[in-house]
T-cell receptor
Framework: DGGITQSPKYLFRKEGQNVTLSCEQN?????MYWYRQDPGQGLRLIYY???????QKGDIAEGYSVSREKKESFPLTVTSAQKNPTAFYLC???FGTGNQPQHFGDGTRLSIL | AQSVTQPDIHITVSEGASLELRCNYSYGATPYLFWYVQSPGQGLQLLLKYFSGDTLVQGIKGFEAEFKRSQSSFNLRKPSVHWSDAAEYFCAWMDSSYKLIFGSGTRLLVRP
């Protein structure tokens, strides 16, 4: 079955460490997105990519980095510069780069030890 | 700045009762609007979308939404709620660069 796979589902990080969240899709989608979700808030866009080897900052990119070396993969690194990384992270993708709806993975919950 | 407002943080309805979840958006030239549902610890599932044409759109799971330009609203409705509808619901507006702007969500509780 086609879909978006995020791994791991739960992730723990020590302060000062970088950690990478995986997002893989086999839908042949062009665009991919990373969102952060905090309790009582909607989703906020971290980074997005519309094509391989290109990506743009979203509204809250500070302390995060991404790469898009393959069409199906869009990993997110939470760096030590992100002072409040505890959150639920959602990856999404869509076909094309226009008004098509986004489809979401099941998320990764990141916690600081 | 463009924004999406969901004025109700929580809504509780009895099973079998009707439901309306409110969503207001600030003006935009391209009213691409979406409703998503999220179960606890899960990703978002698309319920329905509005791009143009008929202002009443049908979605999955028996949901519908009505676009009212004069009120800048896109409210989600369901005539009879089931216990499995308990979840968080997000309204989203797509801006001119095709990025989604989400409301803060409404959590639906269903009384047996």
């Amino acid at each position: 079955d086609g879909g978006i796979t995020q791994s791991p589902k739960y992730l723990f990080r020590k302060e000062g460490q970088n950690v990478t969240l995986s997002c893989e899709q086999n839908l042949n989608h062009d665009a991919m997105y990373w969102y952060r979700q905090d309790p009582g808030q909607g989703l906020r866009l971290i980074y997005y990519s519309q094509i391989v080897n290109d990506f743009q900052k979203g509204d809250i990119a500070e302390g995060y980095s991404v790469s898009r070396e393959k069409k199906e993969s869009f990993p997110l690194t939470v760096t030590s510069a992100q002072k409040n990384p505890t959150a639920f992270y959602l990856c999404a993708s869509k076909f094309g780069t226009g008004n098509q709806p986004q489809h979401f993975g099941d998320g990764t919950r990141l916690s600081i030890l | 700045a463009q924004s999406v407002t969901q004025p109700d943080i929580h809504i509780t309805v009895s099973e079998g009762a009707s439901l309306e979840l409110r969503c207001n958006y600030s003006y935009g030239a391209t009213p691409y609007l979406f409703w998503y549902v999220q179960s606890p610890g899960q990703g978002l599932q698309l319920l329905l979308k509005y791009f143009s044409g008929d202002t009443l759109v049908q979605g999955i799971k028996g949901f519908e939404a009505e676009f009212k330009r004069s009120q800048s609203s896109f409210n989600l409705r369901k005539p009879s709620v089931h216990w499995s509808d308990a979840a968080e619901y997000f309204c989203a507006w797509m801006d001119s660069s095709y990025k989604l702007i989400f409301g803060s969500g409404t959590r639906l509780l269903v009384r047996p």
